[in-house]
């Protein structure tokens, strides 16, 4: 801070008179005019002031924006008397922006006398944030306050703080609050009310509309006498309950939670229909327990028809990494279970009775299956842990219009809460009993064949589906075979491929997707050292085609095609590695 311009100060006895004393800082300026002694006639007049000015008092307040107003005083440097009319622009202080809320704009009028300020403020920002109020505060013991603010508060202020938790809220909230006690120990009482409200929480897929609540605040606790959400997927949520508010409380949580015929959607393996009564219980700032019963009505999980075969992991290691690099590479990968336990903070447990009593459906990859039962969940989010499944109600499998009933079957969860297959279908081929298992990920679950007595999986699947020896097939029917694999096992490669690559002589067996997904059986055989013969079955005449390659030498191939469609096509190529 400094002069803006040359200022003269008269003293007269005991009277110090100024007139037009001009303070700059930074781009703002204060100009102070009036007369100091036994009686104080003084008047300042900010313009564009940084609020940055208090950082260098209190470097933790980390206050932006700028203030521009009045303030005069009177009485006597004793007993002064103070009236003020500021407005911050911008305001912002850095305990506010960590949780992702947005400047505003302030504006506050009113009075110091004999120790107590009196307030009337008008909060406003974008998306029609708009608050006011006022009150009084003592500036002596421990500093008693009493105040009461009402107005909007859009839950855009929020936006950034959501947006890094995955979830978008949009509407507004209607608060009715009053500040008392002290302020070093504010008690907060009043209402708040929300109506129309939508979240969204994009990482599972959920999207709560016609959000609607009623608080009440007694200093103590948050009562919600109403909470109430559609789910976008069908159903609805109730709650009701109280909050602890008090300072140090760690926020004690007693809510009642009912769900009815509420849908969940998961976009890719799984959709319920949910009934159930829960409760939450215990400090939100700890490990607070959902607990109670749930009822799955109807579920049904898809097993992906087609796994993307193409796409493998690729290795990339960075090479001299900057310390840096090398940190945020170990924070990414930091186990996000460490810690979890008696001293997880901010984690739910579970204490969950999940019951089916049947339509919980099994289909894809020709799976068309039944199961129900009960489960019990524990432990964590992070960790849950859980016992007990759902069991075989009824069930077939279909391959290639060849039918098998599943005779028993059940379904785990494991600790990322991905459903554990295991059903197993069984049928008869002459004398040989046929078991066919599907275990594994619902995502990704393998085939297995077994059969009494023992015979090898691609001599299981060629009786099973032929009734006759993988050494009688024809070179169609062992194809038939493949497509049948590949059905199976989603695209995915298998071992049963092993045995078909055999029987048919040929040095590579390849099981493939189209772009439009359908499947492709690939066969290719090197007729001697330079030629090779590549022969591909498709969906239709034009993806199936006879393919020759001739290595003529010196990096120099001939390449050329024909389709079933009477298509054809050829080319000359050269090749060279560096």
Known sequence: MKLAKPTVVAIDDTIVRLKDL????????????????????????????????????????????????????????????????????????????????????????????????????????????????????????????????SGNVPFALLANLMAENGFTLTGSATVDLSLSGSAKAPQISGTIRTAGGRLVDVRRNLAFNDLAANVTLDGRQATISRLSTNLATGGSIE????????????????????????????????????????????????????????????????????????????????RNAPARVRQMARDVRRDPSAGVGAQARGIIAFDLAVSSPGQFFVRGRGIDAELGGDLTIRGTAVQPIVSGGFDMRRGRLEILAKRLTFTNGRISFGGDLIPILDLDATSTAGSTTITVNVAGPANNPQVTFSSSPALPQDEILARLIFNRSLSNLSAFQIAQLASAVSQ???????????????????????????????????????????????????????????????????????????????????????EREY
């Open 22 to 149: 001009v303070i700059q800082a930074s781009r703002g300026t204060i100009t102070v005019t009036g007369t100091a002694g036994e009686k104080l006639d003084l008047s300042a007049r900010l313009n564009a002031m940084p609020a940055a000015l208090i950082n260098s008092f209190a470097p933790t307040v980390g206050a932006e924006g700028t203030v521009a107003g009045t303030v005069d005083i009177d009485g006597t440097p004793a007993a002064p008397v103070v009236a003020y009319d500021l407005r911050w622009s911008g305001a912002s202080v850095a305990q506010v922006r960590s949780a992702g809320v947005g400047a505003v704009d302030i504006t506050a009028k009113g009075r110091l006398v004999d120790n107590r300020v009196t307030l009337d403020a008008v909060l406003s920002g974008a998306s029609g944030l708009s608050i006011r109020g006022g009150g009084t505060v003592e500036l002596g013991g421990n500093m008693p306050l009493s105040m009461k603010f």
């Open 239 to 318: 709650a009701s309950g109280t909050i602890g508010i008090a300072a140090d409380s760690g926020f004690p949580a007693d809510l009642r939670i009912r769900l009815n015929n509420a849908s969940y959607v998961d976009g890719t393996l799984f959709t319920a229909n949910l009934a159930g009564d829960l409760t939450l219980k215990g400090p939100l700032v700890a490990t607070p327990v959902l607990g109670g019963r749930l009822t799955v009505r109807r579920a049904a999980i898809t097993v992906p028809e087609k796994l993307p075969t193409s796409l493998s992991e690729i290795d990339i290691q960075h």
């Open 488 to 574: 199976l096992a989603g695209g995915g490669s298998t071992s049963v491929l092993d045995g078909l690559r055999n029987k048919l002589g040929v040095d590579d067996l390849d099981i493939t997707t189209d772009e439009s997904g359908g499947a492709q059986v690939r066969a290719g055989k090197y007729l001697n050292d330079r030629t090779y013969l590549e022969l591909q079955q498709g969906e239709d005449a034009g993806s199936s085609k006879a393919v020759i390659n001739l290595d003529v030498g010196r990096g120099v191939k001939l390449k050329g095609e024909a389709a079933g469609d009477g298509s054809a096509a050829g080319g000359i190529f050269f």
